[in-house]
């Protein structure tokens, strides 16, 4: 069987591309991170929709918000024109502003009913937020075709930051997020952490009849990506730890579940 992360580093490419719009003239950010040959977790996640996505898919996006990629709004203009359908579910009053999705669902996926099933269903950044994985699992078992493929994008629970957000209250996140990335309030959700390692995620797809098809581990530079000095240091100490077979200190999760009983 053909793995998915064949030619990965292709995807990669044209993902970049996209994003940058192939032009020559960059900013220092996306010029430092090629210059270390290093692409962000995000970029690993779309570039495994941008495999999975064609015209015949469709497809359900858990946790959508606002928008779909929000570090690659290209991208996500042309997958969400590329497939069949593409279906929202968000409990959060943020859905009401994403315009790619074709229809939304203001719920839990595990509240979201339909008889349809899905040849692909996404979670970005949403596994650390599930409090009852059992009833998740669930959900993804009812709404995915035979053969579909559930693809998680999250933060390991055992990555730096993963460890200090568990330790520290919400009100320290809107302000470490604030700081770092940015992020409004709005955007910063509990997180409890309760399917964010490889053995739980292949303990509970196993349960509800799916299969690992790939997993990879992302090493998560993004830290200190808002300033120059900070991102030379971080893509530094990655390059660095990477060369005597090491992970960072901040790892992301990409899991890939094809579903076959």
């Given amino acids: 069987m053909r793995r998915l992360s064949d030619n990965f580093a292709d995807a990669q490419r044209e993902v ?11 900013g220092w950010s996306p010029r430092l991170r090629q210059w270390f040959g290093y692409f962000t ?46 279906v929202g579910v968000d409990p959060s009053p943020n859905i009401d502003d994403n315009r790619l999705v074709h229809e939304k669902a203001k719920c ?3 509240q979201y009913c339909t008889d349809r099933q899905f040849d692909v269903i996404s979670l970005r ?19 995915t075709k035979l053969n579909g493929r559930v693809v998680i994008y999250t933060v390991s629970q055992w990555a730096l930051s993963s460890l ?60 200190l990506a808002k300033w120059r000095v900070g991102t030379v ?4 100490v990655q390059r660095a730890l990477r060369s005597f077979g090491l ?8 899991g890939v579940y094809r579903k076959v009983r």
Avoid at 48 to 73: A, Q, Y
Avoid at 125 to 143: C, G, N
Avoid at 197 to 214: A, K, M, S, V
């Fill in 125 to 143: 950044m949403v596994a650390e937020h599930i409090p009852d994985p059992e009833a998740a699992i669930a959900a993804f078992a009812r709404l």
């Fill in 41 to 86: 977790p995000d970029e690993c996640y779309e570039a495994m929709l941008h495999r999975l996505i064609n015209s015949e898919t469709e497809w359900l996006d858990v946790g959508c918000g606002h928008d779909l990629f929000p570090s690659n709004k290209p991208l996500a203009e042309i997958l969400s024109t590329r497939c069949r359908l593409l």
């Fill in 233 to 236: 240091l971080e893509l530094s």
């Fill in 164 to 223: 200090v957000a568990a330790a520290s209250p919400m009100a320290f996140h809107h302000i470490a997020k604030r700081i770092l990335w940015g992020s409004k309030p709005e955007d910063t959700f509990p997180t409890v952490y309760r399917m964010n390692t490889r053995p739980r995620l292949r303990q509970l797809f196993d349960l509800g009849g799916f299969q690992e098809e790939e997993f990879l581990y992302l090493d998560d530079c993004r830290s």
């Fill in 247 to 254: 992970s960072y200190f901040d790892i992301c999760i990409l």
């Fill in 108 to 110: 839990t996926v595990e």
């Fill in 16 to 26: 970049y591309r996209l994003k940058t719009g192939g032009r020559d003239v960059q």
